[in-house]
């Protein structure tokens, strides 16, 4: 994974975090990981603190399974809610592979009319000089935003590089700028990201990624001026 992909997202969703206006109900919060080659998996469930705003981060070890390697993940984010996952798998078999990941965070509900955005920046490497290929896996795309457990935006981020040890990367959007796209939809108790794709055997794949969704500002002013009318009225006599 570049450099140039880690900051870039980075910087993006502690942007994001900074307009937001959380509603901390807890001084911790519990994720939902989970990884799989449809045969083999890691199901995990780490705490981590949030912070006064309702910012959080985790740092987690590296998850060495029978067909692959999970290092480097580290998912960010706000109650409110953002989630930000980097993450990187290696094949570690003869064959090409199938990999499921979905990240999955408990937040503050957002009722509808929203704005969301979120985008996905995968870098692939040929380790062993046969080239590399990332593609579609369970005839789904390979990254979506979720909402309470269900697909919200999908984007389809393929590639081969046939040069030898060489990497690329491919990366796409919704929402931009990042949060933009009008909603209807609510968020009730979790948003999510969810990967599925192929990996070449021996290769490995880097993962940056970010979803938010928050009220939309209309509703936001809509919301103060209506305190705003119903404090001058409590103070009419």
């Known amino acids: 994974m570049t450099n140039r992909l880690r900051l870039a997202a980075g910087a993006a969703a502690f942007s994001l975090m900074g307009t937001a206006s959380a509603a901390v109900t807890s001084d911790t919060v519990t994720l939902s990981l989970f990884g799989s080659d449809g045969t083999s998996t890691w199901d995990r469930s780490p705490t981590t603190e949030v912070a006064e ?3 959080f981060s985790l740092n987690m ?10 290092e480097f993940i580290f998912v960010q984010g706000n109650v409110d809610p953002i989630i930000s996952a980097n993450f990187s798998v290696t094949n570690t078999t003869g064959s090409i592979q199938s990999y499921t990941f979905i990240f999955t ?3 503050s509900p ?13 870098t692939a490497t040929d380790n062993n000089g046969d080239g590399v290929t990332v593609g579609p896996a369970f005839l789904r795309p390979t990254y979506a935003a979720q909402i309470d457990g269900s697909d919200f935006q999908t ?32 968020v009730t108790s979790t948003i999510g990201l969810r990967y ?5 055997p021996g290769d490995s794949v ?13 509703s936001i002013t809509l919301a103060a001026a209506g ?5 001058l009225r409590r103070r009419c006599p």
Do not use: N
């Open 53 to 55: 705003d309702g910012s």
């Open 61 to 70: 070890p590296d998850q060495i399974m029978p067909t692959f390697d999970t």
């Open 105 to 107: 965070l408990p937040v």
């Open 110 to 122: 957002v009722s509808a009319p929203s704005i969301s955005g979120g985008s996905v920046g995968i």
């Open 155 to 186: 984007l389809d981020v393929r590639f081969t590089d046939p040069d030898p040890f060489d990497s690329d990367t491919q990366s796409d959007r919704f929402g931009d700028p990042i949060p933009s796209l009008v909603t209807g939809s609510a």
């Open 196 to 200: 599925d794709f192929t990996l070449t």
């Open 206 to 218: 880097g993962i940056t990624s970010v979803f938010v969704i928050v009220p939309e500002p209309a």
């Open 227 to 231: 305190l705003a009318v119903l404090g």
